[in-house]
């Protein structure tokens, strides 16, 4: 009930704008001096009238045409002769529509206005679609998609796009009607028109609707239709409301709920009224019709119909007149009229069997004048001769004479009769045979074309096969090395420090590790040796199954390390893990070497009187502490607003642990540490990530705040807030790198 009274606020909301705007063109056109402004004005008010008053619309063109006549204005003669196509359209006045609009492509490629010759052919596409030549339909949309094309006209690429859709549902193409359908809907959204974007979602919906149709799908139609008359209501386009009440009534009549149908078919029907829309009349009686039928109250049911009917005829409307027909005779055969069910439906296959039916029943209507007359003049004869007899019985030879003259004026008739009528049978005849011998040609060329398409299907058929073997091999392929790398995941899993070693260290931590592949090539490790806790976080070259070996080539040398070496000294470690990392990868400082190594960031701190040790390739560590702390100039301060809570960076060295120009010791850093404060190490994935609304990286700066904002929390609490922040900052896009944070409260 909202919904419907938001909707109702709308149109009326959108009749009052265009009311108004189009008394400020009156206005206009009372006061512009020259007749080119006032042929302008003009169309512009026969456009503004087009879906409230089609009358009015035409009146105002016709105005614009005429004076357009008068000063040889030839594009306001075009722009007026265009709108009255769309008025004649409205009207379902095809033929005229057709003519009217060649007369506008030949002013306008004249005057070589593209966007206009482009309008004009698919007016001219649905108009020939609707007299139910299709290839002729078919020539004129594809002539304006091409040229739409070719200037890059999104708004006219998509209108052009929706009626080769609608050609192609007619012809129980589906699946080529949606893909033009959604193709034309994604070029229209661009151009922010409200009418075309609602009549898209109104056409996906039909297709949707066919019963023939596959992807058949009554809530898919429901929701294309309802967006569809969310639009048209919002803007007041009162055609488009009644076509989308008419299609929803559609729905309801295909579910057998015939009630709520009517009252939808009648909503639609009183807008079309309104409008003057013959054409939309035509289809809403012949459905109200099927409605009555489907509730079997036959009576009202042939009314409308025969309404539908009268109104089709005068429009010369072929699909609407043959449905009529037939459905008349289906409405007569359930009641059990068989007679007229037979009339009707003799009538329905008359009228489809075309010109050849046209003038079998036009021979037919004579021979049927010819003969009452004849029946006519004999009566007439009759009653003279009675006459005759009982009036002048004294001039009986004269009536005897006059009897006779009569006779033979009727044996000539008759004889005049009878070689008409063979004249005409024996034309019928003739004209017959010659249907017939071109109704074998045809044949003879439908087996043939038949041939050829299922040779044509044969081939097509054996390549499926070969792209669906093709397709299988793939897959088992992806699958085995799927297989082999959540094998390797599971093994990289085993490697990393267990929570039990971790434990042994702290109770108070959190590890964010989000591999952009299933292998990562970031790890985390921690160490306890003596009274010093190991911890540190590497970010290897590459990610995926290459940065997965390296991750675990360092995991293991760090072990050795710790093992054999008995050193707890950051940067004596870094120093002993670049030697392995070298050693390992042969790399010896040519040009042609590989590169390959790792960033890291490595902490060590006394649990007995918690100093700390940093150093680091490339990598910093981020202290986050609630007291003012002494640091060195090495160390960098974050400006913050609260007093009591100060972030501070240890940097790493600018090199890394691999072959490379600067081969220095690694640079010491000691802190002074206090009970409370956060410590976090991580590797680059999560400031480097794109995303946002500018799709933009996370950078530094932003992590420090959020690390700096919440560090008072719980470590889980912090976790949680890092994810969900990360997670909410890619959004649609991808993760393009590993990304690992680890914290620590000490």
Same mark, same amino acid.
């Given at each position: 009930?909202?919904k419907?009274?938001?909707?109702?606020?709308?149109?009326?909301s959108s009749?009052c704008?265009?009311?108004?705007?189009?008394?400020?063109?009156f206005y206009q056109?009372k006061i512009?001096?020259y007749?080119t402004?006032k042929v302008r004005?003009?169309?512009?008010?026969?456009e503004?009238y087009?879906?409230?008053?089609?009358?009015?619309?035409?009146?105002?063109a016709?105005k614009a045409?005429?004076l357009?006549h008068k000063?040889?204005?030839?594009?306001?003669?075009a722009?007026a002769l265009t709108?009255?196509?769309?008025?004649?359209f409205?009207?379902?006045e095809?033929?005229?529509?057709i003519q009217k609009?060649?007369?506008?492509?030949n002013?306008?490629e004249?005057?070589?206005?593209v966007k206009?010759?482009i309008?004009s052919?698919?007016?001219?596409?649905?108009?020939?679609?609707e007299l139910?030549?299709n290839p002729k339909s078919?020539d004129?949309?594809?002539?304006?998609?091409?040229?739409s094309e070719?200037i890059?006209d999104?708004n006219?690429?998509?209108?052009?796009?929706?009626?080769?859709?609608?050609?192609?549902l007619?012809?129980k193409?589906?699946?080529e009607?949606?893909a033009?359908?959604?193709?034309?809907l994604s070029?229209?959204?661009?151009?922010?028109n409200?009418?075309?974007?609602a009549?898209?979602y109104?056409r996906?919906g039909?297709?949707?609707?066919?019963?023939?149709?596959?992807?058949?799908?009554?809530?898919?139609v429901?929701?294309?239709?309802?967006k569809?008359?969310e639009?048209?209501?919002?803007?007041?386009?009162?055609?488009?409301i009644?076509?989308?009440?008419?299609n929803?009534?559609?729905?309801?009549?295909?579910q057998?709920?015939?009630d709520?149908a009517?009252?939808?078919?009648q909503?639609?029907?009183?807008?079309r009224?309104?409008?003057?829309?013959q054409?939309?009349?035509a289809?809403?009686l012949?459905?109200?019709?099927?409605?009555?039928?489907q509730k079997k109250?036959y009576?009202?049911?042939i009314q409308y119909?025969?309404?539908?009917l009268?109104?089709?005829?005068?429009i010369?409307?072929?699909?609407?007149? =043959?449905?009529n027909?037939?459905?008349?005779?289906?409405?007569?055969?359930?009641k059990g009229?068989y007679?007229q069910a037979?009339?009707?439906k003799?009538?329905?296959?008359t009228?489809?069997?075309s010109?050849?039916?046209?003038?079998n029943?036009?021979?037919?209507?004579e021979?049927q004048?010819?003969?009452?007359?004849?029946k006519?003049e004999?009566?007439?004869?009759?009653?003279n001769?009675?006459?005759i007899?009982?009036?002048?019985?004294?001039h009986?030879?004269?009536?005897?004479?006059?009897t006779?003259?009569?006779?033979?004026y009727?044996?000539?008739i008759v004889?005049?009769?009878v070689l008409s009528?063979s004249f005409?049978?024996?034309r019928?005849?003739?004209?017959?045979q010659?249907?017939?011998?071109?109704?074998?040609?045809q044949?003879?060329? =439908?087996l043939?074309?038949?041939?050829?398409?299922v040779t044509q299907?044969?081939?097509?058929?054996a390549?499926?096969?070969?792209?669906?073997?093709q397709?299988e091999?793939i897959e088992?392929?992806?699958?085995e090395v799927t297989?082999s790398?959540?094998?390797?995941?599971?093994?990289q899993?085993a490697?990393?420090p267990s929570l039990?070693?971790i434990n042994?260290i702290?109770q108070?931590y959190?590890i964010l590790?989000?591999?952009?592949n299933?292998?990562?090539?970031?790890?985390y490790w921690?160490?306890?040796?003596?009274?010093w806790?190991?911890l540190?976080?590497?970010d290897?070259?590459g990610h995926?199954?290459?940065g997965?070996f390296?991750?675990m080539l360092?995991i293991s040398f760090?072990?050795?390390?710790?093992?054999?070496?008995?050193v707890?000294n950051?940067?004596e470690?870094?120093?002993?893990l670049?030697?392995y990392?070298?050693?390992?990868?042969?790399q010896?400082?040519?040009?042609?070497?590989q590169?390959d190594g790792?960033?890291?960031?490595?902490?060590?701190y006394?649990?007995?009187?918690l100093?700390?040790?940093?150093a680091g390739?490339?990598?910093?560590?981020?202290?986050?502490?609630?007291?003012?702390?002494?640091?060195?100039n090495e160390?960098?301060?974050l400006p913050t607003?609260?007093?009591?809570c100060?972030l501070?960076e240890?940097?790493?060295?600018?090199?890394?642990i691999?072959i490379h120009?600067?081969?220095?010791?690694?640079?010491l850093?000691?802190?002074?540490l206090?009970?409370?404060?956060?410590l976090?190490?991580?590797?680059?994935?999560?400031?480097d990530q794109?995303?946002?609304k500018?799709?933009?990286k996370f950078?530094?700066k932003k992590?420090?705040e959020?690390?700096l904002l919440n560090?008072q929390?719980s470590?889980?609490?912090?976790k949680?807030?890092?994810?969900?922040?990360?997670?909410?900052?890619?959004g649609?896009?991808?993760?393009?790198?590993?990304?690992t944070?680890?914290g620590?409260?000490?």
């Amino acid at each position: 009930m909202k919904k419907n009274l938001l909707n109702l606020l709308f149109l009326i909301s959108s009749i009052c704008v265009t009311a108004s705007t189009i008394d400020s063109l009156f206005y206009q056109l009372k006061i512009v001096k020259y007749d080119t402004s006032k042929v302008r004005v003009l169309n512009q008010i026969s456009e503004k009238y087009y879906n409230i008053d089609i009358d009015s619309s035409m009146l105002f063109a016709n105005k614009a045409l005429e004076l357009s006549h008068k000063i040889s204005y030839k594009y306001g003669e075009a722009s007026a002769l265009t709108n009255i196509v769309d008025a004649l359209f409205y009207k379902g006045e095809y033929k005229m529509a057709i003519q009217k609009n060649q007369d506008a492509i030949n002013i306008y490629e004249n005057l070589n206005c593209v966007k206009e010759i482009i309008d004009s052919y698919i007016s001219m596409g649905q108009s020939w679609k609707e007299l139910g030549n299709n290839p002729k339909s078919l020539d004129n949309l594809l002539l304006a998609l091409k040229a739409s094309e070719k200037i890059n006209d999104d708004n006219r690429i998509g209108k052009s796009m929706i009626s080769i859709g609608v050609l192609f549902l007619e012809q129980k193409k589906y699946n080529e009607a949606l893909a033009y359908s959604k193709k034309a809907l994604s070029h229209i959204i661009k151009t922010n028109n409200i009418a075309q974007i609602a009549n898209a979602y109104a056409r996906i919906g039909n297709i949707f609707g066919e019963k023939l149709n596959p992807s058949q799908n009554t809530d898919s139609v429901l929701f294309y239709y309802k967006k569809s008359l969310e639009l048209f209501t919002q803007i007041g386009h009162q055609r488009g409301i009644a076509v989308i009440y008419n299609n929803i009534a559609g729905i309801y009549l295909e579910q057998e709920e015939a009630d709520k149908a009517i009252e939808y078919y009648q909503k639609a029907f009183q807008i079309r009224n309104k409008l003057g829309d013959q054409n939309g009349q035509a289809i809403i009686l012949n459905n109200l019709g099927n409605c009555y039928k489907q509730k079997k109250i036959y009576s009202i049911a042939i009314q409308y119909l025969n309404k539908s009917l009268n109104i089709s005829q005068k429009i010369s409307r072929t699909d609407m007149i =043959i449905d009529n027909y037939e459905n008349l005779s289906n409405c007569y055969s359930d009641k059990g009229d068989y007679k007229q069910a037979l009339h009707y439906k003799n009538l329905y296959i008359t009228f489809k069997d075309s010109l050849f039916n046209d003038n079998n029943s036009r021979i037919i209507t004579e021979m049927q004048t010819k003969y009452e007359t004849e029946k006519k003049e004999k009566e007439i004869k009759i009653l003279n001769q009675n006459k005759i007899l009982s009036s002048l019985k004294a001039h009986q030879q004269i009536e005897k004479l006059t009897t006779q003259r009569y006779f033979i004026y009727a044996i000539i008739i008759v004889l005049a009769i009878v070689l008409s009528l063979s004249f005409f049978l024996l034309r019928m005849y003739f004209q017959k045979q010659k249907s017939n011998n071109k109704l074998k040609e045809q044949n003879i060329e =439908i087996l043939q074309q038949k041939e050829e398409i299922v040779t044509q299907r044969d081939e097509i058929e054996a390549q499926i096969e070969v792209v669906t073997y093709q397709k299988e091999k793939i897959e088992k392929i992806h699958e085995e090395v799927t297989s082999s790398i959540r094998y390797a995941q599971l093994i990289q899993g085993a490697v990393l420090p267990s929570l039990e070693q971790i434990n042994e260290i702290t109770q108070d931590y959190f590890i964010l590790f989000k591999p952009c592949n299933i292998v990562s090539g970031d790890f985390y490790w921690v160490a306890k040796v003596n009274n010093w806790n190991l911890l540190c976080v590497a970010d290897c070259t590459g990610h995926g199954v290459p940065g997965g070996f390296m991750s675990m080539l360092g995991i293991s040398f760090l072990n050795e390390i710790i093992r054999k070496e008995t050193v707890t000294n950051p940067a004596e470690i870094l120093n002993h893990l670049r030697e392995y990392m070298i050693s390992s990868l042969k790399q010896k400082g040519i040009f042609s070497d590989q590169k390959d190594g790792m960033d890291i960031a490595f902490c060590a701190y006394n649990t007995e009187d918690l100093k700390l040790q940093f150093a680091g390739a490339y990598n910093p560590l981020y202290i986050v502490s609630s007291m003012q702390s002494a640091v060195s100039n090495e160390m960098h301060k974050l400006p913050t607003a609260a007093a009591s809570c100060q972030l501070y960076e240890l940097k790493g060295d600018k090199m890394p642990i691999s072959i490379h120009q600067q081969m220095d010791s690694f640079s010491l850093k000691e802190y002074p540490l206090v009970k409370g404060d956060c410590l976090y190490l991580f590797s680059d994935g999560y400031t480097d990530q794109f995303g946002g609304k500018y799709n933009k990286k996370f950078m530094c700066k932003k992590f420090k705040e959020l690390l700096l904002l919440n560090s008072q929390k719980s470590m889980c609490e912090q976790k949680n807030i890092l994810d969900n922040t990360i997670i909410e900052w890619i959004g649609t896009g991808a993760q393009i790198d590993d990304i690992t944070i680890l914290g620590i409260k000490i």
